[in-house]
């Protein structure tokens, strides 16, 4: 529930007079330093001085200031771009309250309480008024309970609100997370540390960027107690802490990190310390780390200082850093990781050297830079991952009854909060009213989730002759936007927008819902800012701006300075804020000129791949470059990609990707996640310079046959390149044999699956609903629908009957291979019986099972493991 005014009041006059002479820094040596960085922050967002810094003569204690001038210290760019003084000293209120009401607050000590409690930033999210409008019914909940007691009942009442599901990359706000009841674990994550924090509980979020061993990467939390850091999944209660689903994945890891903000180090392991922020390495509490040392040279042998190395994990297709450590004085970086392989990547200016390294069995590597590209070259790289290790023994089996017990009451609730959602009978009656397709409204309906009184509302307020408009604009909306943006914002975008929708102008209108109309650039998040540029922008450029976008270029070189590194979450500033801050991040500037290129009328876009702002004049697309930016020929090459690998087909990001070297190094293209190669429709059209493919091909998750191949495209050229899979040959192994005919007699009287046979193969597959690893796969398997039923083999999933998931529901799982079947395997006796001896030790869920139609087993996958469909498909004869 949200909380009045008058209580934010009544908060802030109680905690000035109660504790106006106390300080939150006692530290001296830090507080001056705090005070220092303030100075140079304040300086720095000078063009909004009024909007941040008035709060100052507020009567605020001396802890509300110096709490204040340590968020603004230390806060990233995009924060003091888009948020105000008075928001921030809300947030502050709270923090303050909690420390002084919750029975712990006091023992917490001030460096993690600076760090870990009061930020309100959490990691890239939105920021909201979450802690205000929550404190009183989270503090309800933990009252009486002792610190861990109490960050375990949070992480129930996380449950309460929010579920697993899969999204785009930009990370909602916690009450827009709790808007939609669900959330992708950044999003999870976030919110739950935001609700530990609320009630005082020190937290962070840590992170592994990219798993070795399977193609994603995760989320979590860790909460602090007694000196000691533990962890829990976010909305995944466990019954105590130090436990979740992850473990095991987390074994096997080649980086666990968090941010922690300001000038926090701690005696943990700082892989990188910055200015505004620390990098902490938390691997060693999770896995066995070794530590690997990288010595660069020049071509004369001699140490190289300063240059670049990076720690590259094959992931996504690519091979991703995890780390970027510079080298000392004596040309040394070392870095702290698991024993998997990696790709070692070093670089200074434009000379650079690589190798691969299998960590288990070497710890030192040397490389020599050197300006040789290794054109029209080939090489294969057979990548391995830390091996799978004993699990961990569980909690006691009552405790993880009753924890169950609550889980599905928990779902219970949120499926309660769910139902109150707009039904299909009344989105029906909406369009009806509104004169618009109702299988179109009724889709934008069910997309917008807890969000659709906005979506009505802005529906039901366009005005007539732009109701067809208003649709599409939602329609080429992501989901999350339809799920967290305000009427007034769409209203904006539709009502200024549609100003230059050119009537019988078939070549203008083509381009004009995806890059005119539409507010949507990159991944920020979206704000009226038309109206603002209409307003805000000098009355010249907005008269010949259309006509010479080339002057809005000119404008932003002028009028924005340009600090990447103090956006270190790489969260965009929205074109407002770029605008009043007048200081910027290049990818920031790059939206802002795209958003004002809109406003007056101009198509404009980032390219896709290169992410270079665009505007279309003259039937062609024009790239853009700022003052400072390297422009480089204007000539294009061009690139036609096929294969004949069938079986799977390439896709991006999943099977290869495309990277142009740039400062040292190759940097991959952003085209679309799980873009069949045969949808790279004609030739791409690629800035001309050294470039390199990387293809893998993940056998399962112990090994991956990769390949980097070189090549250059000049300008004019035309070059075709074939995307394929280098493939394994093995020959088949039976790993073992079960019965089967049980399952067919289950599958036979199973009433909602009377067209699942056991002509060919059958795959079992046995689940745990509430858990992310099970959910994966039911997002996995309908992305292969059609080639899983072109082969035709039956999937047979299974619950344990012990188990009550009220929210569990065979139904809502859509477009699954259509020989499926749902069924329970009662107190997992079968599965105890048939299936449990042929692992080592007891197999962490989902267990996948595959089989021919004799019941020999030729296929086992247990655990988290993403592109269980493909593993299938490869497996078939």
């Not at 909940?141 to 899969?166: F, I, M, P, T």
């Not at 999944?233 to 987390?250: I, Y």
């Not at 329609?475 to 769409?490: A, F, G, H, S, V």
Request: hydrophobic fraction near 35%; glycine fraction near 4%.
């Amino acid at each position: 529930m949200k909380l009045s005014l008058n209580f934010i009041v009544v908060l802030t006059v109680a905690l000035s007079s109660c504790i106006s002479h106390s300080h939150l820094i006692t530290d001296s040596k830090y507080l001056e330093e705090t005070e220092q960085s303030f100075l140079k922050r304040k300086k720095l967002a000078a063009a909004r001085d009024s909007a941040l810094f008035s709060v100052f003569k507020q009567k605020v204690s001396t802890e509300q200031e110096e709490a204040l001038k340590f968020l603004y210290a230390y806060m990233p760019l995009n924060d003091l771009a888009d948020y105000n003084g008075s928001f921030f000293l809300d947030n502050i209120n709270v923090s303050l309250k909690a420390r002084n009401e919750t029975s712990w607050g006091k023992n917490i000590p001030e460096a993690i309480f600076l760090h870990y409690v009061l930020p309100y930033r959490i990691n890239n999210e939105n920021l909201d008024s979450f802690r205000i409008s929550y404190y009183n019914e989270l503090f309800d909940r933990v009252k009486g309970k002792d610190l861990r007691d109490a960050a375990l009942e949070v992480n129930h009442w996380c449950h309460d609100k929010v579920s697993y599901q899969g999204s785009d990359i930009r990370t909602s706000a916690p009450l827009s997370t709790i808007l939609s009841a669900r959330g992708r674990c950044g999003e999870e994550s976030t919110f739950t540390v935001a609700a530990l924090r609320t009630v005082g509980i020190p937290a962070r979020q840590v992170y592994t960027p990219r798993w070795a061993h399977t193609d994603d990467n995760h989320a979590w939390v860790e909460i602090w107690s007694d000196g000691i850091w533990h962890y829990m999944g976010a909305c995944e209660p466990e019954p105590v802490l130090d436990k979740g689903w992850f473990t095991e994945p987390a074994r096997r890891a080649m980086l666990i990190h968090t941010k922690s903000f300001g000038a926090y180090s701690g005696d943990e392991n700082v892989m990188n310390k910055y200015p505004l922020y620390s990098l902490v390495n938390n691997l060693a509490k999770y896995a066995v780390t070794k530590t690997v040392v990288v010595k660069v040279l020049n071509e004369e042998g001699k140490p190289v200082v300063g240059a670049t190395v990076e720690f590259q994990l094959y992931n996504y297709a690519e091979f991703y850093p995890l780390a970027n450590i510079l080298t000392n004085s004596s040309g040394i970086s070392t870095f702290d990781t698991g024993l998997g392989d990696l790709l070692i990547w070093a670089y200074k200016g434009e000379k650079f050297s690589f190798s691969k390294i299998t960590v288990g069995e070497q710890d030192t590597i040397k490389l020599k830079l050197s300006s040789v590209f290794k054109t029209n070259q080939s090489i294969d790289l057979d990548l391995g991952v830390p091996i799978v290790r004993v699990p961990y023994p569980g909690p006691d089996q009552k405790l993880i009854e009753q924890n169950a017990v609550r889980i599905n009451d928990e779902n219970t609730v949120r499926q309660k909060y769910i139902n109150t959602w707009l039904k299909h009978a009344d989105s029906k009656e909406l369009a009806v009213s509104l004169s618009l397709d109702s299988a179109r409204v009724r889709t934008i309906i069910e997309r917008s989730m807890g969000n659709y009184k906005e979506i009505s509302a802005f529906l039901k307020n366009a005005p007539d002759s732009l109701k067809q408009s208003a649709l599409s604009l939602l329609e080429i909306l992501p989901d999350k936007d339809l799920r967290d943006t305000k009427q007034q914002t769409l209203s904006d975008h539709l009502l200024l927008g549609c100003r230059y929708y050119k009537q019988n102008v078939p070549a203008v209108n083509a381009l004009f819902n995806d890059y005119i109309l539409n507010p949507r650039v990159a991944n920020e998040i979206l704000v009226p800012w038309r109206h603002y540029f209409l307003n805000k922008l000098p009355l010249q450029l907005k008269m010949k701006g259309k006509d010479d976008p080339l002057l809005i270029v000119s404008y932003l070189n002028d009028k924005i300075k340009i600090a990447d590194e103090e956006n270190y979450y790489s969260t965009p500033l929205t074109p407002i804020g770029v605008n009043e801050l007048l200081v910027s991040d290049k990818s920031s500037r790059a939206i802002c000129f795209v958003a004002i290129c809109r406003t007056l009328g101009i198509p404009s876009r980032l390219e896709p791949g290169s992410n270079v702002p665009q505007y279309f004049t003259e039937n062609s697309w024009h790239d853009v470059y700022f003052s400072g930016q390297l422009k480089p020929d204007p000539k294009k090459g061009f690139l036609r990609l096929y294969s004949t690998d069938t079986k799977p087909v390439p896709e991006y990001y999943v099977h290869f990707t495309i990277a142009r070297f740039e400062g040292g190094r190759y940097n991959t293209l952003e085209y679309e996640y799980n873009t069949k190669i045969g949808d790279f429709h004609g030739e791409l059209s690629l800035t001309p310079g050294h470039y390199m493919l990387v293809t893998g091909n993940r056998l399962n998750d112990k090994k991956i046959l990769s390949n980097i191949s070189f090549f250059d495209l000049a300008p004019d050229e035309h070059k075709n390149i074939e995307v394929k899979l280098r493939q394994d040959n093995s020959e088949r192994v039976i790993l073992g044999d079960i019965d089967l005919k049980r399952f067919n007699d289950v599958v036979r009287n199973n009433s909602t699956s009377q067209s699942c046979s056991n002509e060919k193969e059958t795959v079992l597959i046995w689940i745990e609903p509430d858990k992310e690893p099970s959910k994966h796969i039911f997002n996995d398997l309908p992305n292969l629908k059609r080639e899983l039923d072109s082969w035709g083999g039956r999937f047979i999933f299974l619950t344990d009957s012990r188990v009550k998931n009220s929210s569990f529901n065979p139904v809502n799982y859509k477009d699954l291979p259509s020989n499926t079947a749902f069924t329970v395997d009662n107190g997992l006796t079968y599965f105890n019986k048939n299936i449990k001896p042929l692992f080592a030790s007891p197999p962490e869920f989902p267990v996948v099972i595959m089989t021919d139609r004799d019941g020999k087993i030729f296929f086992i996958s247990a655990g988290y493991n993403i592109g269980i469909g493909e593993q299938i498909l490869k497996s078939v004869k």
